[in-house]
């Protein structure tokens, strides 16, 4: 008996092949698009993770000689033995490659990313020579280099750099001395003075400032939530799927159940079936996901290029979560949907026939769950807003919302399909809302992916687009001083001061403090106020007299971390851990620092700081090459102490420019996906429809007006779901800036309109629509007459 | 009256019938609330013996016979078929019955699309694990299928697809064969030539055949005649 | 020791340790190998070998504080050879590693130190005697007045000592065998010092005065590959006499064991497999495994029969090679303390 069934169940995909392959197109796609961000997503953070281990160096302080010198070997020595926990590197570049050398058993754990024992014993790294890079670089590694080494590869060293022991570095780079030393972050106690050990040297204090490693995060943030909501779209394409594969042969299941065969069984062979095609469609979407993510990652790449000035691969790994969570996803959608249609077979009279009037009333009740369901979510995502708080609690709002949303657009589209046909005079019109409306029921699945894809597409670009505007403008307002000079003692700093005094049109000071306040660690800046601050900084709240107050040393500027942690705002007063107590006039928008910050006039920091010496100064100038050269002449300013900012700021805006391209791609793949779920339920409903079209074709209608009209259909729906998608988009986008972000980072992202790219949007979905629809209409326009003929002929 | 009466017109047989139906009732819910159909409905069939079950459109006579099928339950009343009270099995039970020992015949002949005519045909036969290829093709020969087998029913016309139904309903050797107006959607000569093969098939084996038909020409060819009015049995 | 083979089973291939080399004077890899009959020199031997592949320089110390309470102290730089020479400079083949370690009753910290050799990071010089790394140092116009100091981000200690007697050698004349299989070292110690000094704690700091013992060992083979781990005892009795036993536990038989007998006056006597028993009387969780930390210790040929007890059971040494050592007290026939060391309980 099994077979027999089965025989008769799977014989329905070999007479209708097409319908197959939509079926596993359908769940194909939205395993593609869910494994894809996925892969994206984890291959960046795997990305991140090796080069911030590799490269990274911000967390370590380190030592430097002063001026651009290197380190003798007895000046490691001698700090060693009074107690400094250094490590010391050189690193050169050889042959293309930066070749870092590194002194293993003083090197911090974890230093090159990579476990060193677990791949090469020790003993032959020191003795024999070993030298790890990436797998990729060792295909470009020319013959001689590296020449009776061991080649250690190792996915997690960042392309384009090579480690080996500092000895054998020391003697390809044909150096005596170290470029630099790493400072462990454990010292041992009584622990000799670096100015008396080793008076030449300096440390650099680990770099915590305009944290990129923050910004980064923020873009893995658009990416999870851009695979959140591609998950619901799957899902719901996944549902669209399965609903028509069991629509189109309730039939034959019904014939089957009057001619003996059980229920049980018969549920069992279905469920059998419907997972076996969802494994294929899945296995087929990871492999697709796996060329969206493979296309786009370059991308990514360069990305990761851009903020870590680093190679990283563009070569994507297979991970077991993204492929894994790919096939979990498209087979728990699968079964799901497949439970509730099983339920529906079991409770479906054995001999009711399919008539669409009948549907569209046994839905009344489905509408009503609908409606029910859609308030309580609504309901909730309310509740949600006021009084939740946390990371989780902001994506369980979006995802309330969205799914209220996708539930109400049902309701609201028959709302609206009832009032035109209401208003409509002409008899056509008249039956052409009407017929739409009966519609409504087999394409609303469809048209809740449309929603979901077009709002989450409006959102993310809501989102990645304010990003950039404010990191762009963010960038302007601290990278203002096109120049940046660092000097080493108080003596340079006098004498820079006054050489930047004549030659310069604006001159900044850096310099900072940590200390308590409000019972918070906090650091103190000093800010030498003029045309820049004025100019350049946005203040989120405070009157524009705040900088007159700041410089009559009146107030204090709070960033908006310090100022949320806490719990201050203009107007409040907040004591400094070293005496005086002050107003804050004012708080600015520091995007990416994960330190609370208070800024104090220059004059005011220097009376509560009088020891305090600027070593860093920004200087505003038209013409930094000149400005370098006189510094250099006057002060003996070494280059490489100077900073051209331009440079910096054009490296930080193309990440951003990356970013854009990847969720512009994002973009057309989850609308084609959401296009592809209205092309299915189209072709389900075309069958049934003959019968309803074929009485309207016998009262005059032409085949190819007919075919327009659906045509027309499809647009109206696709507008009226645009419409909706909006509004919704925008909440996404607003919950993401203002909730999800402040959650996760501490800071909130202003949010900017973009109708531009709206509307291309819409111009994106509507065409998704109307080639959607293209097909069926078309279908419908040359469907042979006896067919229609043929309804009349056997009254079904 | 009337209906105590069927039951008392053939208490003898009682033990013999092969389909007792007795005092079914059933009532559908409209939009004015609940509508009786059957209101105790009781009638029995023996083996080889055929009925034709008229009425007028809704009196309910398609009901009364998914209702000997097995493929709709009713509100009271009990049905036996060999013995064995439909109305008490599990659903499970109630498909193992309707497979080994009936066979349906229905208006819209309910083929499966997907599978070409000699495995529509062979398909009950074959969920019995009964399948005998030699009676199949005399089926087949004797409705003039031959040259159909392996198309597949949309390519057929109605009549061909019913012949198609009736061949499947023989082919599993059923112990009574419910029938619901076979003919009804063929044409007079094609009806009068279907009619004749599947009562010339019926009559070789000793089926009983209970048939619904609005047609009085139809039902002068069966053994008996029953007429479902007002609910009830006339 | 264990603890001390394991290293260099970090750092060396294994498996080229074959058995049987003893006696040829150097082993596959041209290693030197113990042999019988050598005589010391000093001080040149208090100094580096580094044609063997492990060394070491080894101070346990018991300590009473000014604040009553009882304190061990370990000191330790081990020598590692990558292969037998010493050219100097990048090219050298020599690793130095160091432990230090203070127990109190209620708590045990524990740092390491790792360093190349051969660019004066880390070394010993036998005269005027100085062994360091990094800032750690034990040095001394010779080994019987030292200086001591090592730290870490939350200890440190300064130590003087002085020693109260003679050199001693173990096995044979400082031959000391360590498997049936003839796997042996050069062993001597010093096991008889005063010492006083400050430990510095986060609490605080104290005085502390007490007796310490220095090994010297060195050897380029690893235990047996049948042996699992090893149980070391150091310990001074009230009186004056003193006993240095160890365990080898074999995997495929009875324990290998070996004693020095020391009397007050520094004579020696040594004992051969056999004659030192060790029995773990009771077990605590350590570090997730169970470390036995009360024992029953006996040497019939002296009348020993004692009871030893960590006074801190938890002296576990959380380091890149884990092993347990801390100061014991001695109860039974003989009461005193000492130093106990456990290696290769996984």
């Given amino acids: ?796 | 009256m009337r209906q105590i009466g069927t039951t008392l017109v053939f208490p003898l047989l009682e033990t013999q019938s092969l389909l007792e139906l007795t005092r079914i009732e059933k009532s559908f819910v409209g939009n004015e609330g609940k509508i009786p159909v059957l209101k105790g409905v009781s009638l029995s069939l023996a083996a080889a013996e055929s009925v034709a079950l008229t009425g007028e459109s809704g009196s309910g006579k398609s009901t009364l016979l998914h209702i000997a099928g097995g493929l709709e339950s009713a509100d009271a009343g009990t049905v036996k078929l060999d013995d064995k009270d439909f109305s008490h099995l599990k659903e499970a039970e109630r498909a193992d019955l309707r497979r080994k020992k009936i066979g349906i015949v229905f208006q819209q002949f309910n083929l499966i699309p997907s599978i070409n005519v000699a495995a529509n045909i062979g398909f009950q036969a074959r969920l019995n694990g009964e399948f005998d290829a030699a009676y199949i093709d005399h089926l087949a020969e004797t409705l003039g299928l031959k040259a159909q087998l392996q198309s597949y029913p949309e390519t057929l016309s109605g009549g061909q697809q019913q012949r198609v139904a009736i061949a499947r309903s023989l082919a599993a050797r059923p112990k009574i064969i419910l029938a619901d107006e076979p003919t009804g959607n063929l044409d007079e000569t094609t009806a009068g030539v279907v009619l004749d093969q599947m009562l010339a098939l019926v009559s070789e084996t000793s089926a009983a055949l209970l048939m619904v038909t609005h047609s009085s020409t139809v039902a002068a060819r069966m053994q008996r005649k029953v007429h479902l009015s007002g609910g009830q049995l006339t | 020791m264990n603890a001390k083979a394991l290293l260099f089973c970090l750092l060396l291939p294994f498996s080229a340790m074959a058995q049987g080399f003893a006696g040829l004077g150097t082993d596959a890899e041209g290693f030197a190998i113990p042999v019988p009959g050598t005589q010391f020199s000093f001080p040149a031997d208090h100094g580096p070998h580094p044609n063997y592949r492990i060394e070491w320089w080894y101070l346990t110390a018991n300590l009473k504080g000014d604040d009553g309470r009882d304190y061990g102290l370990q000191w330790t730089l081990f020598r590692s050879a990558l292969a037998p020479k010493d050219d100097g400079g990048w090219k050298s083949s020599q690793i130095w590693f160091a432990h230090a370690a203070v127990t109190t009753p209620d708590a045990h910290y524990a740092t390491e130190r790792v360093a190349r050799g051969g660019i004066g990071q880390a070394g010993v010089r036998a005269s005027p005697f100085s062994a360091w790394i990094d800032e750690w140092y034990m040095r001394g116009d010779d080994l019987d007045r030292l200086r001591l100091s090592a730290q870490s981000h939350e200890f440190a200690y300064r130590m003087n000592l002085e020693a109260q007697g003679p050199l001693v050698f173990h096995g044979v004349d400082g031959f000391s065998v360590k498997s049936a299989e003839g796997q042996a070292s050069y062993y001597y110690s010093q096991p008889d010092y005063n010492i006083d000094g400050t430990l510095t704690l986060p609490d605080g700091d104290i005085k502390v005065t007490g007796t310490a013992w220095l090994d010297r060992e060195w050897s380029s083979q690893p235990l047996s590959d049948t042996q699992s781990g090893w149980d070391w005892f150091s310990l001074s009795f009230d009186g004056g006499a003193k006993m240095m036993g160890f365990r080898l536990r074999q995997t495929d038989g009875p324990d290998y064991t070996a004693a020095t007998w020391i009397t007050p006056d520094g004579e020696t006597e040594s004992f051969d497999d056999g004659a030192f028993i060790a029995v773990p009387q009771n077990q605590t969780e350590v570090a997730g495994r169970q470390i036995p930390t009360l024992w029953q210790v006996r040497l019939p040929d002296k009348s020993v029969d004692i009871i030893v007890e960590a006074i801190n059971p938890q002296a576990w040494m959380d380091l890149s090679i884990p092993y347990w050592e801390g100061p014991v007290q001695v109860r039974g026939s003989h009461i005193g303390k000492g130093y106990l060391e456990m290696t290769g309980y996984e």
């Fill in chain 1, 1 to 796: 008996m099994t077979r027999t069934c089965l025989f008769a169940l799977l014989s329905h995909w070999r007479r209708n092949p097409l319908q197959l392959i939509t079926f596993l197109t359908g769940l194909a796609l939205a395993t593609a698009l869910w494994s894809g961000v996925q892969a994206i997503n984890s291959e960046a953070r795997a990305s991140y993770d090796a080069a911030a281990a590799t490269l990274d160096e911000g967390q370590y302080d380190q030592i430097r000689a002063r001026g651009d010198g290197e380190i003798a070997l007895s000046s490691y020595i001698d700090l060693r033995r009074t107690g400094w926990q250094v490590s010391p590197i050189v690193e050169g570049e050889i042959e293309g490659l930066r070749l870092i050398g590194i002194e293993p058993l003083t090197a911090p754990g974890g230093f090159t990313g990579v476990q060193l024992d677990e791949q090469v014993s020790l003993g032959s790294f020191l003795s024999t020579g070993a030298v790890l890079i990436h797998p990729e670089t060792e295909e470009d590694l020319s013959g001689n280099l590296f020449q009776n080494m061991e080649i250690v590869t190792n996915r997690n060293v960042t392309p384009g750099l090579a480690f080996t022991d500092i000895a054998i570095a020391l003697e390809l780079l044909q150096r005596e001395r170290f470029s630099r030393l790493i400072v462990a972050d454990q010292q041992p106690l009584g622990r000799g003075i670096l100015e008396e050990v080793a008076p030449d040297l300096i440390v650099q204090k680990a770099e915590h400032t305009a944290d990129l490693g923050e910004m980064t995060d923020s873009f893995h943030l658009n990416l999870t939530a851009f695979g959140l909501l591609s998950f619901a779209v799957g899902i719901f394409i996944v549902h669209g799927a399965i609903g028509l594969a069991f629509e189109q042969r309730r039939g034959t299941i019904r014939t089957m159940r009057a001619l003996g065969v059980p229920l049980g069984k018969l549920t069992v062979l279905v469920a059998f079936e419907m997972m076996f095609l969802a494994l294929i469609g899945a296995l087929i979407g990871v492999a697709l996901g796996y060329f969206v993510a493979a296309s786009l990652l370059p991308d990514v790449a360069a990305t990761l290029r851009g903020l870590y000035g680093a190679d990283v691969t563009g070569t994507l790994n297979l991970r077991t979560e993204w492929w894994a969570s790919g096939l979990a996803i498209a087979l728990l959608g699968a079964f799901f949907a497949m439970t509730g249609k099983l339920w529906s077979i079991a409770r479906m009279p054995l001999l009711a026939s399919a008539k669409p009037r009948a549907w569209v009333i046994a839905t009344g009740r489905t509408r009503l769950f609908q409606a029910f369901g859609a308030l309580t979510l609504a309901a909730a995502a309310l509740i949600l807003l006021i009084y939740g708080s946390g990371l989780t609690a902001g994506f369980v709002l979006q995802g309330c919302l969205l799914t209220a949303a996708a539930l109400a657009l049902p309701l609201l589209l028959d709302r609206i399909l009832s009032l035109l046909q209401r208003s409509s005079r002409g008899v056509i019109s008249h039956w052409f809302w009407a017929d739409t409306r009966q519609q409504l029921p087999g394409l609303s699945l469809a048209l809740m992916a449309l929603l979901l894809a077009v709002a989450a597409n409006i959102g993310v670009s809501t989102m990645v687009s304010s990003f950039r505007l404010t990191f762009v403008e963010f960038l302007d307002q601290r990278l203002a001083p096109e120049l940046y000079i660092n000097v080493e003692d108080a003596a340079q700093s006098r004498a820079l001061d006054a050489a930047l005094e004549k030659h310069a049109r604006e001159s900044l000071i850096v310099l900072s403090t940590r200390s308590e306040a409000a019972g918070l660690p906090v650091e103190i800046e000093a800010l030498r106020l003029g045309e820049t601050y004025r100019e350049n900084w946005r203040l989120l709240d405070g009157s524009p007299k705040a900088w007159d107050w700041m410089e009559d040393g009146e107030g204090v500027l709070a960033n908006e971390q310090f100022a949320r942690r806490a719990g201050l705002w203009t107007g409040d007063r907040v004591t400094l851990q070293e005496g005086p107590e002050v107003e804050i006039v004012g708080v600015v928008g520091d995007y990416g620092n994960p330190l609370g910050q208070l800024y104090l006039d220059e004059t005011l920091f220097l009376s509560i700081y009088p020891d305090a010496v600027p070593v860093r100064f920004g200087a505003r100038t038209d013409d930094p090459i000149a400005l370098r050269d006189i510094l250099t002449a006057e002060l003996g300013i070494p280059a490489s102490a100077m900073t051209d900012q331009a440079a910096v700021k054009e490296f930080s805006l193309q990440v951003f420019e990356r970013t854009f391209t990847v969720t512009a791609a994002l973009n057309v793949l989850t609308l084609s996906v959401a296009g592809f779920a209205m092309l299915m339920s189209l072709l389900t409903l075309a069958d049934l429809r003959i019968p309803q079209l074929a009485p309207i074709w016998a009262l005059g209608l032409t085949r190819q007006k007919l075919g327009q009209l659906e045509l027309i259909r499809a647009v109206a729906l696709a507008a009226t779901v645009c419409l909706f998608a909006l509004p919704l988009g925008l909440a996404l986008a607003w919950i993401l800036l203002a909730i999800v972000n402040v959650e996760a980072f501490g800071w909130r992202l202003p949010m900017f309109l973009f109708p531009f790219e709206y509307a291309q949007l819409w111009l994106y979905a509507f065409f998704a629509a109307l080639l959607a629809a293209c097909w069926p209409a078309l279908r419908l326009a040359r469907t042979p007459a006896n067919a229609l003929l043929k309804v009349f002929a056997n009254e079904r």
